[in-house]
T-cell receptor, first 113, second 112 residues
Framework: AQSVTQPDIHITVSEGASLELRCNYS??????LFWYVQSPGQGLQLLLK??????LVQGIKGFEAEFKRSQSSFNLRKPSVHWSDAAEYFC???????????FGAGTILRVKS | SQTIHQWPATLVQPVGSPLSLECTVE??????LYWYRQAAGRGLQLLFY??????ISSEVPQNLSASRPQDRQFILSSKKLLLSDSGFYLC???????????FGPGTRLLVL
């Protein structure tokens, strides 16, 4: 069965510091991988996605993620965090009939000034 | 461009009352449609998905049902709400055969 693990429930970083959010997945075939961001009380916004090809993908708002098949990971990174990045981040894996997505439990990012 | 709407934005309902949440998509045809529930402090759980009018797949047994009366309309219903139905309900769409889902603004449901 498909599953996604986000090991960190909360992360606090200083504004201007680098960020890495971890995501590990379990999927029986080549996965489609996604990172979404959610501000409080809002829907989810797509940050980036990986389907195939270059394992380092660029997204919106200066985020990037690297797919590592050997580690079953798809970690999200940003070189310099801004206060507006404070939100909850979800990793998801999908594919197959109906393109259903399985989400991780999310990581809440707090940015301190 | 495509947009997705959900209403109402917030709903407070007594236990045992019926429920109807609506989701509509504009700017696309034949989308796949999805209902998710997000409980406090937890990730998103897929409740239902639909690949066409009248075609509904249920992912988890529960007190809820879904219907798709029109191509771009997806409705989440319940005959009698339970306290455990409280949560944040998100609708999403993708193109037929597409891999990326796009989410609506959500409906916060509080059952008292």
């Amino acid at each position: 069965a498909q599953s996604v693990t986000q090991p960190d429930i909360h992360i606090t970083v200083s504004e201007g510091a680098s960020l890495e959010l971890r995501c590990n997945y379990s999927y029986g075939a080549t996965p489609y991988l996604f990172w979404y961001v959610q501000s409080p009380g809002q829907g989810l916004q797509l940050l980036l996605k990986y389907f195939s090809g270059d394992t380092l993908v660029q997204g919106i708002k200066g985020f990037e993620a690297e797919f590592k098949r050997s580690q079953s990971s798809f970690n999200l990174r940003k070189p310099s965090v801004h206060w507006s990045d404070a939100a909850e981040y979800f990793c998801a894996v999908g594919g197959g009939y109906g393109n259903k997505l399985v989400f991780g439990a999310g990581t809440i990012l707090r940015v301190k000034s | 461009s495509q947009t997705i709407h959900q209403w109402p934005a917030t709903l407070v309902q007594p236990v045992g009352s019926p429920l109807s949440l609506e989701c509509t998509v504009e700017g696309t045809s034949n989308p796949n449609l999805y209902w998710y529930r997000q409980a406090a402090g937890r990730g998103l759980q897929l409740l239902f998905y639909s690949v066409g009018i009248g075609q509904i797949s249920s992912e988890v047994p529960q007190n809820l049902s879904a219907s798709r009366p029109q191509d771009r309309q997806f409705i989440l219903s319940s005959k009698k709400l339970l306290l455990s139905d409280s949560g944040f309900y998100l609708c999403a769409w993708s193109t037929r055969g597409g891999e990326t889902q796009y989410f609506g603004p959500g409906t916060r449901l509080l059952v008292l």
